[in-house]
Structures are given as structure tokens and as C-alpha cells.
């Protein structure tokens, strides 16, 4: 019990090790009786035996070596033995992985490694509370990451499945195809509502950024009459609930649309495009005002200032002089806007029609209804896109924390 | 130098006094900032404040029975519904002429279609009617009485002319007692038939659900708030990744991910079977109900509530909680009474801003709600494209605002609207 503090690396008593060790592998044949066992005797066989067996196999590992990597190797030797056995390439696989981990387990328990790197002075509670609290966060993580992760192999499914097949389930080549992908670049619908996103997000990205941005800049000067109120009223778009911008943009939209097609003889597609691309710059407005201001309340004022005294006139200096340095903050406010608009389904299916079909809309219809696992082809090449957009956020971000550094404040 | 200060005000380079000339200067910047701010406030204000505002409107506007039934509506003002007698002549010869002109411009089934949301019969009184009455001569034909109680019976009906005369007005409440499970009626205010009576129960549902999810929301985020900010840099930073991968991904690859993993032939289901937990004959029903939209909704708003509180609490010293501890605070104490306290407006900030976002969702209870799990947008929703009874869904929709703007409210009172952070 009062063991001195420099005997971290001592094991711990043999009978410690071989209890936790035979607990955690009683646990795991728990729930192996629960599904195979018949009756109860069975199923407390089974959980005896498998602690048996663990408990057994870790006094053997411990007192045959005295340090975890000769103890790895036999043991992965042993699991791979014993996957073959069992007869399939994919157990022995199985096999070797569980062996290290199982001789890793044993010897990081009896050697107290799983005090390295945590203060000396914790107490055994507190370091059981350590693992337990990381162990909880990985829980979460892995619910945070798994329903993505799900929808990347299940994409490439040779069936017409939305779940996994013994056959992909055995990594056989014939379980996989990109069939999926196929159909997504093929199909006629598919591509239409593809295209019409690339229409319509990219134009609505370009009107909200470049409005945005000019009233970030008046709203970030140091007098401005009911600002308050203002940034309230422009935020709000990111408030108020979809539907119900939805719900006013429908009416609303249908009798300007009514109007530009009567009065003015605008192609109706070409109104319908109208509609949908003001709808969601509006919806987009919010994310860039929030970036924007948020990069210039590190702009230094002074750099204009000395700008115009050189004799620069405003329109210059914006563009060679304020707009190099938020120019970071404004594209990363220009891809919320973009996602956003890319995104966005409610409001293109009140005030669209079906020739503005986006690829949202699609992928809601194919949920809704007939159920096609392009769906999952197309959500696996959306994550991509998503991916490589958080990338260039992150490097966007690291330059400009890079490019404040520099100026003085 | 000296002389001025002397012989009165301060005066500028160009000799008006320095007072006046800084309030000039202010007036510029302020106008400039504004002219800056204006036509992005136009452009909000045009295409999102104001349709917002006629959807408000539509709410409580109720023209469209004055508006066909012109010389109809004044006469049936004067009649007094109590004695129990059917309207006089005047009244029938009037609908008559306005009925007339009614079918031409085929208006008659809208206002049918309009009564009908309060008297169920009232759509095809007016159908049937209209295509009888087309055939009428108003100048010849008189009187009016006989022939409307033999076209239709109800036109008899003293109820039907009571429910004509109370929903005559151009402006009405009537939406929002509807929105409620309430109705006007030619005797004042009551509650629905039990069986109309839906809404006010899925006000609550989305109120409880919105709270569960908020809930959840605050214990799953946390724990993971709490390791991202107290990790070294470049563990949180890996970490972070997993929080801002979802963030990033299409709601739709979210809905659509969570639809794979928990319906019946879904992974989670097939993973419990091969695992033995479960029988394949008796796969657990995690989808279309309260708790398929619980789930998804929890993940998909989980980053709303990690980053406000991530932000705040990399801002807490750590050497609070290790000087309440050396001051003799067990771990519990010291988090409770010492580091929980700070973590306070980070929490705040995102409950609302899950809530908020929560309260008004279409999408993902749609597709994995079912008909246990859906909110009141998808009523909205199914007013707007099915039903068509618009006045009733801008009544929902104005609601369901309200409590929004109240969180609004009090979202930029507690957090400020200008320290939202994204990412």
C-alpha cells in the first residue's frame, strides 16, 4: 500500500494483474454466453472458462518474459495459430491483432504503465477516473464520427442494400462495386439537380460575400447609429427557423415571380433560378457578417489611415491595402455561404420548382421515397467535398492568425 | 496660439470653430458606414424581413369573404341570428348576384374551401351550389329563398348562415385559435372536436423533444468540451477534426447516415443480431419514432453545443481548480463549486442555440420521425403543400416564431450576437 513514489515501473502484485485481467475477459464472454449460450450452466461455463483461459494465459506471458515485446510476438504467433485453425486467412489476420493487443494489455497492467505520463501524486481512484473519463470521451467521439464513417464503404455495396452484406463483410472483391457511382454520373435526374447546385450556390455565394462583406466593413466602424439593431436584423436569417422563412419566402417569392414573368416577360426557369438564388444569398448573408466582422476587429485602423495619407484614395486602399488582410476571413465567410446554400433544402422546396431541382432536394426525395443507395455514392462524395472545405478553412485560418501576428496592435 | 484661447471657441485649419467641424467629421463617418451597411439592409430587408412580415399578415387577413360576397356580407350584418329565423329575402338575392359573378371568376369553391376549416360541409355547399347558379338569371329568376333551400337543404340551415356571418370580418383571429385547438364559433370561443385536437399536443412534443435534445446535447458535450480544451494543442486540434467533420458534412449525409444505421435491416441492428443481443425476429424499432428523431437530431446538433462551450472553457485558467484543491476541495468540490460556475455561459449559449435550431426542425424529422416524431414545422409544412390551408400554417409558423425571437432575445442578451463564432 505505501509503496515509495519511484517504483512506478515495479509491477504490481501478480494476483492484481491476473483479477483485472480475468475480470475484463469475463466481461467479454458475458456477452459472447448471453448470445450462445442455451441455458444458465452453459452460460456461466462459458464465462468461467474464458476468465480461466485469460488468467492462465497471462500468468504464463508474465512469468515466461520480463518485457511486453517478446511476450507480443509470441502471443500474435499464438493467435495467428489459432486463427488458421479455424481456417481462414481473415481469422488468422484476426488472430495476430488480438494477440498483441491481449499481450500489451497484461504487461501495460502489471508494469503500471498506465501511470506514464499522469502526475505522481494521483491517487488509484483518480487514475481509474482518468481512463474512465477518456474512455467516456472516445464513446462520444465514436458516435460523433461513426454514422459518417458507415456511409463510405457501404457506398461501394454491390447490392442494392443500405446495409452490409456477408459478402463485403468477408472483403470479397465481388461484394464491392462502384455501380452507385455510375448511376449517380449517369442518371439524368442525378446530374440535372447536380448541376443546377453548381448554378445556384456558387451565384448566391457571390452576392452574399460581396454584400456582406461591404456592411461588415460599415458595421465595423466605430460609430454606427443602431448597430445593435442592425446586426439583429441581419443575423436573423441564421435564427429564424427555415420553415418559417420557407413558409414567407414561398408566398412572398410567388407573386414577385408572377410579377417578373407577366410584366417583364422573364423566361419562367429563368425567374424560377432568380427565386431561389435571392433565397439563399439571404440565408447566406449571417455566416459571412459574422466572419467578417470577426477578422476585422483585429484589422489595424492605422494601415488605412496611413494609406490615405499617402494619398491613396478609399477605393485603392480598400483593395490594396484592407482587403489583402481580411481576405482570409472573407473566403472562409464565402464557404459558410456557399455550404450553406449547397446545403440548404426547405427553402428551395417551397420556392423552387422542379426544374431548380438542387441535389439536396434529390437526395430528400430519394429518402423519402424510393429508396436508392445512390444516395450513399453521392453523401460519400458530399463528405469528400466537405473535407477538402474544412481544409482550406483550417490553412485559411492558420494565415490569418499568421498574417495578425505580423501587424501591429 | 495663446489669442484663441482667449477670444472664444477653437477654431479649425479652415476657421469654423472645432467643435462644429468634428461634428461634421462624425456625421460623415457615421453616413459613410452606413451607406456601406445600406444596401445589404435593403436587400435583407426586401427579400427576407418583409415576405416574413406578409406571412404574418396572412395570419390574420380574411378578405377573401367580404371580397365575394360583396352585397352579401352588409345585409347579413343587419340579421340578428338569435331569433332563429333564416335570413329574409334581401339577403338570399344578394348571394344570388354575388354567387353569380363569383362562379364566372371561379372564386366560389376557394371561399367553400375557406369555410370549410370552420364548418365541415361548407366546401361542397359552395360546389354544388355553383354549378346550379350558373345557370340562373339574378334579375329574372327572383325570389331567391325557395330556390336556394331546394338546390340545397343546408342553405336552410340556420348554422350555415351563423358561421357566414361570424367569419365575415376582414380581419380575423381565427388562425390562432385554431393554432390552438380552439374555434370561433357563431356562440363565442371553443376547443376543437377531440379529434381535430393535434396541434396544441405537438406544440408540446416539440418542446419536450427540443428539451430532451438539448439535454443530451449538454451531457454528451461536455465531457468532449472538457478534453478538447485541456488536451496539449496538437491532441485537441486531431480531436477538434471529429467534432468539425460533422459540423461540416451535409445535413442530408447526416439524416441519411443515421436512417442506415438504425432501421431494422440497419447496421446497429444487424450488429446486435450477429452479436447475439438481439433475435433476428425481434430486431428493436429505432426509426420513425420519438427516439430515431432524438438521436439523430442530438448528433446532428452535438456541435452547436461543443464549440460555445469549448470557447469558453479554454479561457478557464486550470490553476483554479489545482488551488481549490490544494485549499483542501475534494475533485468533486473543486469542479462543482470552483470550474462549473465558469462553465455557465458556454452552456448557456449553446442550450439556446440548440434549441433554437432544434425548435424549428423540418428535415430530420421528416425523414426519420415517422408520424411519433415530427415537430410542428412539419405540420407547417404539410399546411403549406397539402391541406393548403395557408391562414392556418402562418398562424403555426407565427407562433413558432415568437418563441424563437423571445430566444433570440435572450440569446443576445446573455452571449451577444456579435460573439457568435463559427468553426
Known amino acids: ?409 | 496660439m495663446s489669442d484663441t484661447a482667449d477670444t472664444g471657441p477653437v477654431l479649425a485649419a479652415d476657421g469654423t470653430p472645432l467643435k462644429r467641424s468634428l461634428a461634421k467629421a462624425l456625421r460623415v463617418q457615421k453616413t459613410r458606414a452606413l451607406m456601406l451597411i445600406a444596401p445589404l439592409l435593403i436587400f435583407v430587408f426586401i427579400s427576407f424581413v418583409l415576405p416574413i412580415g406578409n406571412m404574418l399578415f396572412r395570419s390574420v387577413e380574411n378578405d377573401i369573404v367580404e371580397e365575394t360576397l360583396p352585397l352579401t356580407i352588409p345585409l347579413l350584418a343587419k340579421w340578428d341570428a338569435s331569433t332563429g329565423e333564416l335570413p329574409d329575402e334581401a339577403v338570399y338575392d344578394a348571394l344570388a348576384r354575388d354567387m353569380v359573378v363569383a362562379v364566372d371568376a371561379k372564386n366560389h369553391t376557394k371561399l367553400g374551401t375557406r369555410l370549410n376549416y370552420e364548418l365541415t360541409g361548407m366546401s361542397s355547399l359552395f360546389r354544388k351550389s355553383g354549378r346550379v347558379i350558373t345557370k340562373w338569371d339574378v334579375d329574372a329568376d327572383a325570389p331567391f329563398k325557395e330556390k336556394f333551400i331546394d338546390l340545397h337543404e343546408d342553405w336552410g340551415n340556420i348554422e350555415i348562415w351563423k358561421t357566414i356571418q361570424t367569419h365575415s370580418s376582414k380581419f380575423t383571429g381565427g388562425y390562432f385559435l385554431n393554432a390552438i385547438d380552439m374555434q370561433k364559433t357563431p356562440d363565442g370561443i371553443a376547443s376543437q372536436p377531440e379529434s381535430k385536437q393535434i396541434l396544441v399536443k405537438l406544440f408540446t412534443r416539440t418542446l419536450i423533444m427540443s428539451l430532451v435534445i438539448m439535454m443530451s446535447c449538454i451531457l454528451l458535450g461536455y465531457p468532449v468540451a472538457w478534453i478538447l480544451a485541456n488536451l496539449p494543442a496538437r491532441q485537441s486540434n486531431m480531436l477538434m477534426i471529429l467534432v468539425l467533420l460533422p459540423f461540416w458534412t451535409s445535413l442530408l449525409v447526416r439524416t441519411s447516415a443515421w436512417k442506415v444505421m438504425l432501421q431494422q435491416q440497419g447496421v446497429i441492428n444487424d450488429v446486435l443480431v450477429w452479436l447475439g443481443l438481439v433475435q433476428d425476429d425481434a430486431r428493436l424499432i429505432m426509426i420513425n419514432n420519438q427516439f430515431g428523431t432524438i438521436v439523430a437530431m442530438t448528433h446532428i446538433l452535438l456541435p452547436f453545443m461543443i464549440l460555445p462551450m469549448y470557447s469558453v472553457m479554454q479561457t478557464i485558467q486550470p490553476t483554479y481548480l489545482r488551488a481549490a484543491k490544494s485549499l483542501g476541495a475534494t475533485n468533486w468540490t473543486a469542479f462543482w463549486r470552483v470550474y462549473f460556475p465558469q462553465t455557465i455561459p458556454g452552456i448557456g449559449a449553446g442550450s439556446i442555440l440548440v434549441f433554437i435550431l432544434s425548435i424549428g426542425y423540418y428535415i430530420t424529422p421528416e425523414i426519420v420521425g415517422g408520424t411519433k416524431g415530427v415537430f410542428i414545422s412539419n405540420r407547417i409544412a404539410y399546411h403549406i403543400s397539402s391541406s393548403l390551408n395557408w391562414g392556418l400554417a402562418a398562424a403555426l409558423g407565427a407562433i413558432l416564431l415568437a418563441v424563437v425571437m423571445i430566444l433570440y432575445w435572450a440569446y443576445d442578451k446573455i452571449v451577444g450576437i456579435d460573439n457568435v463564432k463559427l468553426g
Open chain 1, 1 to 409: 500500500m505505501a509503496k515509495p513514489l519511484d517504483t512506478i515501473s515495479m509491477p504490481v502484485s501478480l494476483p492484481f494483474t491476473l483479477s483485472l485481467v480475468g475480470l475484463l475477459i469475463a466481461a467479454l464472454s458475458f456477452v459472447a454466453g448471453v448470445s450462445t449460450a442455451a441455458n444458465f450452466s452453459q452460460f456461466l461455463l462459458t464465462v468461467m472458462a474464458g476468465a480461466g483461459l485469460a488468467i492462465a494465459f497471462a500468468y504464463a506471458l508474465i512469468s515466461l518474459f520480463d518485457s511486453a515485446r517478446p511476450a507480443m510476438i509470441v502471443s500474435a504467433l499464438l493467435g495467428c495459430a489459432i486463427g488458421l485453425a479455424l481456417g481462414s486467412a481473415g481469422a488468422a489476420v484476426l488472430g495476430i491483432i488480438l494477440g498483441v493487443i491481449a499481450a500489451r494489455l497484461v504487461f501495460w497492467v502489471h508494469y503500471r504503465q498506465y501511470r506514464r505520463g499522469l502526475p505522481t501524486y494521483l491517487t488509484s481512484n483518480q487514475v481509474l477516473w482518468h481512463y474512465g473519463f477518456r474512455s467516456i470521451c472516445g464513446a462520444i467521439f465514436i458516435f460523433l464520427i461513426t454514422p459518417i464513417l458507415v456511409v463510405l464503404p457501404l457506398s461501394f455495396n454491390a447490392e442494392d442494400f443500405f446495409t452490409f452484406t456477408p459478402e463485403m463483410l468477408r472483403f470479397d472483391p465481388e461484394g464491392y462495386s462502384l455501380k452507385h457511382y455510375r448511376d449517380f454520373f449517369t442518371n439524368n435526374e442525378w446530374q440535372r439537380s447536380f448541376k443546377n447546385s453548381l448554378i445556384i450556390a456558387p451565384i448566391a455565394t457571390i452576392i452574399s460575400v460581396s454584400l456582406g462583406t461591404l456592411a461588415a466593413i460599415g458595421l465595423s466602424q466605430s460609430h454606427v447609429p443602431f448597430r445593435r439593431a442592425i446586426m439583429a436584423m441581419l443575423i436573423s436569417p441564421m435564427i429564424v427557423p427555415l420553415i418559417i422563412s420557407a413558409t414567407g419566402m414561398f408566398f412572398f417569392y410567388a407573386s414577385i415571380g408572377n410579377w417578373l414573368e407577366g410584366s417583364l416577360g422573364f423566361n419562367k426557369t429563368f425567374v424560377g433560378y432568380i427565386k431561389v438564388i435571392l433565397a439563399h444569398a439571404v440565408l447566406g448573408i449571417p455566416f459571412v457578417i459574422i466572419t467578417v466582422t470577426a477578422t476585422l476587429v483585429g484589422f489595424d485602423r492605422s494601415l488605412t489611415r496611413a494609406a490615405a495619407n499617402m494619398g491613396a484614395n478609399p477605393v485603392t486602399t480598400f483593395f490594396k491595402v484592407q482587403m489583402p488582410l481580411i481576405l482570409p476571413g472573407v473566403i472562409s465567410g464565402g464557404l459558410f455561404a456557399f455550404i450553406t446554400s449547397f446545403d440548404e433544402v426547405v427553402v428551395v422546396l417551397f420556392v423552387g420548382s422542379a426544374s431548380q431541382k438542387t441535389l439536396p432536394w434529390q437526395m430528400f426525395i430519394g429518402l423519402r421515397e424510393q429508396i436508392s443507395p445512390t444516395i450513399l455514392a453521392v453523401a460519400t462524395i458530399l463528405v469528400v467535398i466537405s473535407v477538402c472545405l474544412l481544409t482550406t478553412l483550417e490553412l485559411l485560418r492558420r494565415r490569418s492568425e499568421r498574417l495578425r501576428g505580423m501587424t501591429p496592435s
